[in-house]
C-alpha cells in the first residue's frame, strides 16, 4: 500500500545453512518466521508474508546473491527493487501484502558450493587457531569446547526428532570438489543431525578464513541488500538478525561506513555468534568500526560449542563468568572517534538455554530460532519498539 513505511528485518544465516525454499522443501528461515510471525502477535503488532510465494506458503521474502549456476547477480537481487539513477523502483516487488508494520527478508548466499579453500589453505588456518587456542581458553574451557562438539555427537537427535530447517545443511547444490580439510574431518559430507551441523559449520569457518575472494563476494552481497532495502520508500529502517556463522558476515558488513543510507540499521541481533573465536583465534581485530551507536544484541548458549558472550573485555576465558567490563572499559570490540582514540562497543549479551527451551534434533544447544521464550520473544519485543 502507498504511503506505508515498515521495519525490516534482514535474517542472514551461515552459508553453509542458506537452503532456499524448493517445492515441499521449506526455506531456512521458514520457522523462524513462522515462530517470529507468533512472538510479533503476542506484543500487538504483526508481520508481513511474501506475495511473490506460491498459495499456503507463507515466509518471508528470499533473495539470492545470483541466478543459480550463474554470475547474474541482479537476478536475485531486484527482489528489492532496481536502481533507476540514485532512486530504487519498486515496482512489482513488494515486501507484503496489507499493513503489516514489520517484514522479513532472509538472504540467500547461492554459489557457495563450487566455492571452497585452497588445498593447503584450510589445514594451515586451523594449525593456526590450535596454535592461538590458548589466547581464546583456558586448559578447562578448551577442553569443554572440545567436549561441547563430542557431546553433540554422541547425542544427535536424541529426542528421535527431525533437525530444525534452520539448522538444516542445505542440500540445493553440490559440488564434486571438497577442499582437503573437509575430506578429512568429513568422510561423509551429507550426513544428518548434529555431525552434519557440526561438518557444515567447521566448512563455512574454514571457507571464510582462508578464501579472501568469497569473503569479499558474501560481503559486497549483504551490502547491497541492505542498501537497496534502506533506499526503498516503503523501509523506514532495518534491523539485522544474524545466526552462526552469519554473525561473522554481518558484522563485517555493518562495521564498514555507509554515509549514502538514509536510514541507519535501528539494531544488530546476533546468536550463536563465533565472533570471539575469530577474533582471538584468527587474530580478525577488535574495531567495529561503523557499529559504535548501533544498538547490539548477543544471545549466548554456554552448551552451544559455537557462541560465546561478546560483551567481556579481551583477557576473557572461556568458563570464567560472563562480566562485562566497568563503565567506560574497553570490551572485546571498540571503534576509533575523531581522534583515533578507542571507544568502547556497547554489546547486550544474553544467557539462553537452548537445550531447556529450543527443539531437539541436530545441534539443538545452537538452535535459537525455536527458542519462543529466550530468543523469539525479544526479538519480537525489540522490533515491535523500533517499529513504533
Not at 11 to 21: C, K, R, Y
Not at 170 to 186: E, I, Q
Not at 369 to 374: A, C, I, L, Q, V
Request: glycine letters at 12%; one cysteine or more.
Amino acid at each position: 500500500m502507498a504511503g506505508i513505511k515498515r521495519l525490516c528485518v534482514v535474517t542472514v544465516h551461515g552459508i553453509g545453512f542458506q537452503q532456499p525454499p524448493d517445492g515441499a522443501v521449506p526455506g531456512y528461515a521458514d520457522v523462524l518466521h513462522e515462530n517470529l510471525g507468533a512472538g510479533l502477535q503476542a506484543v500487538g503488532t504483526s508481520l508481513g508474508q511474501d506475495p511473490q510465494r506460491r498459495p499456503g506458503a507463507a515466509g518471508p521474502v528470499y533473495v539470492m546473491s545470483a541466478k543459480p549456476g550463474t554470475h547474474d547477480h541482479e537476478w536475485g537481487l531486484k527482489r528489492l527493487g532496481t536502481w533507476n539513477g540514485g532512486t530504487i523502483d519498486i515496482t512489482g516487488m513488494p515486501l507484503a501484502d496489507g499493513d503489516d508494520p514489520v517484514v522479513h527478508v532472509a538472504l540467500i548466499y547461492t554459489p557457495l558450493e563450487g566455492v571452497t579453500p585452497g588445498l593447503a589453505r584450510g589445514p594451515g588456518a586451523v594449525t593456526e587457531a590450535g596454535l592461538l587456542l590458548g589466547h581464546y581458553a583456558s586448559i578447562a574451557g578448551a577442553l569443554r569446547l572440545v567436549a561441547g562438539d563430542t557431546w553433540a555427537a554422541l547425542h544427535e537427535d536424541g529426542a528421535g526428532k527431525a533437525t530444525s530447517p534452520s539448522l538444516r545443511p542445505r542440500r540445493d547444490t553440490k559440488s564434486d570438489k571438497k577442499h582437503l580439510l573437509a575430506a578429512l574431518l568429513h568422510q561423509q559430507p551429507d550426513i544428518t543431525g548434529a555431525l552434519g551441523v557440526i561438518g557444515t559449520l567447521e566448512d563455512d569457518v574454514v571457507a571464510y578464513v582462508c578464501r579472501n575472494d568469497l569473503r569479499e563476494s558474501i560481503r559486497k552481497f549483504i551490502a547491497e541488500a541492505l542498501h537497496r532495502l534502506l533506499n526503498r520508500p516503503d523501509v523506514a529502517g532495518v534491523v539485522v538478525n544474524a545466526h552462526s556463522q552469519g554473525t561473522v558476515a554481518s558484522y563485517d558488513v555493518l562495521r564498514l561506513p555507509a554515509a549514502d543510507a538514509p536510514a541507519r540499521v535501528r539494531a544488530f541481533v546476533s546468536a550463536g555468534s563465533p565472533l570471539r573465536k575469530y577474533a582471538d583465534l584468527f587474530s580478525w581485530g577488535n574495531d567495529a568500526g561503523a557499529l559504535q551507536g548501533t544498538p547490539w544484541l548477543n544471545f549466548w548458549d554456554p552448551e552451544d560449542p559455537v557462541a560465546d558472550p561478546l560483551s567481556p573485555p579481551v583477557s576473557w576465558h572461556f568458563g570464567n563468568p560472563p562480566d562485562s567490563p566497568p563503565a567506560g572499559e574497553l570490551g572485546l570490540f571498540y571503534s576509533l572517534d575523531g581522534d583515533a582514540k578507542q571507544i568502547p562497543v556497547a554489546i547486550t549479551d544474553t544467557e539462553v538455554s537452548n537445550l531447556k527451551n529450543s527443539s531437539g534434533g541436530g545441534l539443538q544447544a545452537h538452535n535459537y530460532w525455536d527458542n519462543k521464550d529466550e530468543f523469539i520473544g525479544k526479538l519480537a519485543g525489540l522490533l515491535k519498539a523500533s517499529a513504533d
